[in-house]
């Protein structure tokens, strides 16, 4: 089965940018869709991007479209989320999260078998 661990997050000014990875081991991406989830305090957790498996076909939430990209390295078996125009409302803690699915990904949390730790994002002046 596979494991995703993320790492990149942590302070940065409203407007700047920040660069997330999500390490996949344990399998090659081909086989699994990856998803960027957020949760705040008090909140529920949020779907960011997703990219799937065999096609790389990828999906970004229309809240952070146009400011956020989800990529695929897979050469090093990683996933990323560039972040852009950063907000204090995006502080919150980002997670990666793999589903097996070759085809199509979807941002709902519970078609998500393995997660990571967390990495927090917190956006600030």
């Known amino acids: 089965q596979v494991q995703v661990v993320e790492s990149g997050g942590g302070l940065v000014q409203p407007g700047g940018s920040l660069r997330l990875s999500c390490a996949a081991s344990g399998s090659t991406l081909d086989y699994y869709a990856i998803g960027w989830f957020r949760q705040a305090p008090g909140k529920q957790r949020e779907g960011m991007a997703c990219?799937?498996?065999?096609?790389?076909?990828?999906y970004t939430a229309d809240s952070v479209k146009g400011r956020f990209t989800i990529s695929r390295d897979n050469a090093k078996n990683t996933v990323y989320l560039q972040m852009n125009g950063l907000k204090p409302e995006d502080t919150a803690v980002y997670y990666c999260?793999?589903?097996?699915?070759?085809?199509?990904?979807?941002?709902?949390?519970?078609?998500?078998?393995?997660w990571g730790q967390g990495t927090q994002v917190t956006v600030s002046s």
């Open positions: 990219i799937s498996g065999s096609d790389g076909v990828t």
């Open positions: 999260a793999a589903e097996k699915a070759a085809y199509d990904c979807y941002l709902f949390p519970q078609r998500y078998d393995y």
